[in-house]
């Protein structure tokens, strides 16, 4: 019966790159035309990852259940974390590889502040296709997946705030670190907890 299969056809359905990237050049375009600054454009790109991300939340973990890799047992139903280390992980290497098709290159604590951690990305696949002119040079596209993982870490409990800074490098041009900043009640709980 219909009822039978499956929503989505194939677990490893994908978008093809030339397609993400005209999508997310027009969403550039379009929001390139409507802002007077680059705060502001910035912000309106982490204002649509956010509304991604708080979907994503609620999918991810739900096919994984639905659809569990192994059918000769059901896995246990998804559970909270309650610590950091395992949704920054979940972050840094499920959502990364469930977005982009790998993991993130890198998951770091700071060494200045203690309230924040980096995931670094050394060829951000969002900033392939888009060059930003030299009066736009602070500009960071990584703005939109910035905000995908602020809500990700909201939706989870860990209130956040996400941004995206342009890192370049002679070896990595288009490095990309999404700077999570995390609330003090996030510290607060992992100290009692443990």
């Not at 246990?76 to 993130?104: E, K, N, Q």
């Not at 703005?143 to 002679?170: K, N, Q, W, Y």
């Not at 995390?182 to 992992?190: S, T």
């Amino acid at each position: 019966a219909i009822y039978d299969r499956p929503l989505v056809k194939s677990r490893g359905a994908e978008v093809s790159l030339g397609a993400w990237a005209f999508l997310f050049s027009e969403v550039v375009q379009y929001t390139q035309k409507r802002v007077s600054g680059i705060s502001e454009f910035e912000k309106r790109l982490s204002i649509l990852g956010y509304r991604v991300g708080a979907r994503l939340l609620e999918l991810l973990p739900l096919r994984d259940y639905v659809y569990p890799v192994s059918s000769l047992r059901s896995p246990p139903p998804p559970s909270r974390t309650l610590r950091l280390l395992p949704i920054l992980t979940y972050v840094h290497s499920t959502l990364y590889r469930y977005l982009f098709g790998r993991p993130a290159d890198s998951l770091e604590r700071s060494t200045d502040n203690s309230d924040e951690y980096m995931i670094g990305d050394d060829d951000m696949v969002i900033t392939r296709g888009v060059e930003v002119p030299k009066e736009m040079s602070d500009l960071s596209c990584g703005a939109l997946v910035a905000g995908i993982v602020e809500a990700v870490m909201d939706g989870a409990g860990f209130p956040t705030r996400v941004t995206a800074h342009s890192v370049p490098s002679p070896e990595h041009p288009r490095r990309t670190v999404i700077l999570i900043k995390l609330d003090p009640d996030v510290l607060a709980r992992e100290a009692a907890l443990g």
